[in-house]
């Protein structure tokens, strides 16, 4: 008899779980509380939980979670949220792949500065509308990868966000912004959309090496 398993696969780029451990690692100290927004099925619930951390999961949509041990928080972001986190010694949030799908990003991210002490953190990303792979979709279609109106993940992606327009909401919501990088490794996108893509990595202006070829802005915030 085959021996099956629950353990959540997580919901994004590959790579980004990891991108996002190795900066809670660096600067979140075993042991803490960790809301992990937008937890799905859990599979970065599950990490924080490999790596010592205490999670505290919250997805409005619980169709996906499976880890059953541990409670699901379902609490809708689009409205007045910290007070449902107050009390629960929340010292840091990580929130993957959800700001995108919120109404008002300046004021989850207000909000979410409420939920932590000073000197807490919070990591968060969003898709890299500047990657090459964007820019190379722009130019043709007037679109960018994860914004095209169609196909896995785009339906619901409703705020576009460039990183450093999220770094500007991340200081007007009164965040210090710590770096920046990118992460998440984009499938085959084909002989055309890849050559397209060479020609916007070389042609194109960049921040970093990083910006070009991955999918994701990561974002570390520390409020002071």
């Known amino acids: 008899m085959s021996e099956t398993t629950t353990d959540p696969e997580p919901m994004c780029l590959p790579g980004l779980h990891e991108a996002v451990a190795r900066k809670i690692a660096h600067h979140v100290s075993p042991g803490s509380r960790i809301l992990d927004i937008a937890a799905g099925g859990g599979a970065f619930t599950r990490r924080l939980l490999d790596m010592g951390m205490s999670a505290i999961p919250n997805d409005i949509d619980g169709r996906w979670w499976r880890i059953p041990e541990i409670e699901l928080m379902r609490v809708d972001l689009n409205t007045a949220f910290t007070r449902d986190f107050a009390g629960s010694g929340v010292e840091a949030i990580a929130a993957i792949e959800v700001i995108e799908h ?5 004021d989850f991210l207000r909000q979410c500065r409420e939920i932590v002490p000073a000197g807490g953190f919070m990591f968060v990303t ?48 009164g965040w210090e912004v710590v770096d920046t990088t990118f992460a998440g490794r984009y499938a085959n996108l084909g002989f055309k959309a890849s050559i397209s893509r060479f020609m916007a990595a070389m042609l194109g202006r960049y921040d970093s090496p990083d910006e070009k070829k991955f999918g994701c802005a990561l974002m570390t915030l520390r409020k002071s």
């Open 102 to 106: 919120l109404e008002n990003p300046r």
């Open 126 to 173: 969003t898709p890299n509308v500047t990657s090459a792979a964007s820019r190379a979709m722009f130019l043709g279609s007037g679109r960018t990868v994860f914004f095209a109106g169609g196909g896995p993940c785009a339906g619901d992606h409703i705020t576009f966000l460039p990183w450093w327009l999220l770094g500007g909401h991340a200081e007007a919501a």
